[in-house]
């Protein structure tokens, strides 16, 4: 089993940043698709960015595309969410996600997702 933990959340002015960080247990994620989702209040959790096993390949919606990175350490059972140029509309509880069968072509539907954090508040005021 895996357990994942999100941390890093919290309030931030519009055009600030923050850093989220998910920290695996239990077992190895080295060899996991890792990625982030968000729910916003009242809608329905959505996609956000994923990285394969490797790192080597990352994917993001249109949405944070250029503002946002995820990056991983494999040897830390790390894997991070930059988020930059934050706005008001990126407030939602961040989830991170680990995928045991698609960890080199990550999918953008929660249902591929073996693992889950709890999540973390983000709150982006204007």
């Known amino acids: 089993q895996v357990q994942l933990v999100e941390s890093g959340g919290g309030l931030a002015q519009a055009g600030g940043a923050l850093r989220l960080s998910c920290a695996a247990s239990g077992r190895t994620v080295s060899r996991s698709a890792m990625a982030w989702f968000r729910q916003p209040p009242g809608k329905e959790r959505e996609f956000i960015t994923a990285i394969t096993w490797s790192g080597s390949t990352t994917y993001y919606a249109d949405s944070v595309r250029g503002r946002f990175t995820i990056s991983r350490d494999n040897a830390k059972m790390t894997t991070y969410l930059q988020m930059n140029s934050l706005k008001p509309e990126d407030t939602a509880v961040y989830y991170c996600?680990?995928?045991?069968?698609?960890?080199?072509?990550?999918?953008?539907?929660?249902?591929?997702?073996?693992?889950w954090g709890p999540g973390t508040q983000v709150t982006v005021s204007s």
């Open positions: 996600a680990a995928s045991d069968r698609f960890p080199s072509s990550p999918r953008m539907a929660p249902s591929a997702y073996d693992y």
